[in-house]
């Protein structure tokens, strides 16, 4: 059985260090983003770290996987027809669908391991589903919680500032929520009662029903 790393979750200036060092190992690649060349077609293009990409269906095309050095590439979304591609490129699909109860946790050690692995060896992953919104969103932030040591909240503000519109559907953030618990024995993200969508969604996400609830006054309840 694998043993997950455990660290401490109040070292705030060490996860400030590793969101940093993340960071700064993109930069090349948003040098070359940034280049007049490699603008065309690559407005939905999220560089999650230099070895990590995601992005939605529509730009998943064998020339674009050439540019960018890709050699590794993961569907998470099963509804969508195989790619032909190079053989050169290791290819991974993932058997879920974007509902609330689908078990996507049981893909989160597996996925996270490959993306590493690839990283190790010099490599390059694209991730992607239909819209690169819930389900390789979900994806990116567990392999960013496992392997890059963030906690959920960091993991999830990172990506969503690099991509604003993702959004991991609330099965799948309670599924996240529980596996930053396994890792780092403490949860940074809560699942919290919205009357404004009468449902529990994470509190990352209660921002953007803040202003409705001023109208409704009825206050929200926290479930764990």
Known sequence: ??????????????????IQDIFNESLSLLTFESSPAQKQNTNDLTIVTDHLILTSAASVRQDALDKWGVTCLICAAPELPDLPLNRTVAYHKVNISDQCDSNIDAYFDYISDVIDEVSRYGGRTWIFCV??????????????????????????????????????????????????????????????????????????????????????????????
Request: charged share 25%; aromatic share 12%; net charge positive.
């Open 1 to 18: 059985m694998e043993v997950v790393q455990r660290i401490n979750t109040n070292d705030s200036s060490g996860h400030r260090g590793q």
């Open 131 to 224: 819209a690169g919104v819930s389900r390789s969103a979900t994806l990116c932030i567990a392999y960013l919680m496992k392997k890059r040591h963030l906690t959920l909240a960091q993991a999830y503000d990172y990506v969503k500032g690099r991509r604003p519109k993702i959004r991991p559907n609330c099965g799948f953030f309670r599924q996240l929520i529980s596996y930053e618990n396994t890792i780092f024995l403490n949860n940074t993200v809560h699942m919290v009662f919205n009357d404004s969508v009468k449902m529990y969604i994470p509190d990352v996400y209660d921002k953007d029903y803040r202003l409705l609830e001023r109208f409704s006054g009825r206050p929200r309840r926290q479930l764990f």
